[in-house]
């Protein structure tokens, strides 16, 4: 057990997959997990323990924003042995070529700020996804015919931001979409030697305005989660 996790040892496993709502956790877990157990509760985090295709995964809340990610993946990393790391979430799309409910596969995070940015001081750290995890992603997301977009992203420190000239200059260097976890992530998996990967839903459009109900966003994320997954054994 940690401060903020519950878990008994070994009642993680080592691949995790982590969409920042915990409800969202509970219904991934039910949905695509075989015998999914509920292995934390602490502050309302919820995370599940089960089996997919005969693989344990654990499929945990992380928040929302990159220190309370940074939180959950320390100790998920540090105390209880996680290898893989996959963040499931939605996202906003930055350019006009991609489209609601499409996939965006993470290879590089741009950011302002993270809770590591101190230990770097005045270095610009690129934090960056694992190759093998990025490949297989794109591969199985092929396979599935889901339109998917491979590129860099932009980690904000805010949901609400009111910085017109920035976000016009990420969409003009060809950033895809924006979202608020996966930088701190890329760090801490660079930091602990482990992998890391972010599988994007697009859930609104920062261009056309065009958005997501909540129960569209519930029910178009099962191919981020079956693309998470795959990728996660291939």
């Known amino acids: 057990m940690t401060v903020h996790i519950g878990a008994k040892p070994g009642e993680i496993a080592e691949t995790i997959l982590l969409p920042g709502d915990p409800l969202r956790a509970e219904w991934a877990a039910r949905r695509f997990l075989d015998s999914p157990v509920c292995v934390n509760q602490v502050r309302g985090m919820l995370g599940y323990t089960g089996l997919w295709r005969g693989h344990r995964v654990t499929i945990h809340g992380s928040g929302m924003g990159m220190p309370s990610l940074s939180i959950y993946a320390n ?22 070529d991609i489209a609601v409910r499409d996939i965006v596969l993470a290879m590089s995070c741009s950011s302002l700020s993270t809770p590591s940015r101190g ?4 270095l610009n750290f690129a934090p960056c996804a ?14 599935r015919g889901v339109p998917t977009h491979v590129g860099g992203i932009y980690s904000s420190d805010v949901f609400y931001d009111e910085r017109a000239d920035l976000t016009e200059q990420l969409q003009r260097h060809g950033v895809l979409a924006v979202e608020m976890e996966a930088a701190e992530l890329y760090i801490l998996a660079a930091r602990y030697r482990v992998r890391a990967l972010a599988v994007l839903t697009i859930s609104d459009h920062l261009i056309t305005h065009e958005e997501l109900s909540s129960a569209d966003r519930q029910s178009s994320f099962s191919d981020m989660v079956e693309i998470a997954l795959e990728a996660a054994f291939a």
Do not use: H, V, W
Request: hydrophobic share 50%; net charge positive; charged share 20%.
């Open 130 to 143: 694992d190759f093998g995890l990025l490949a297989a992603a794109q591969a199985a997301a092929q396979r």
């Open 75 to 96: 100790e998920l990393i540090r105390d209880y042995g996680a290898k893989t790391l996959i963040r499931i979430g939605s996202a906003g799309a930055m350019q006009s």
């Open 119 to 122: 230990i770097f001081r005045d």
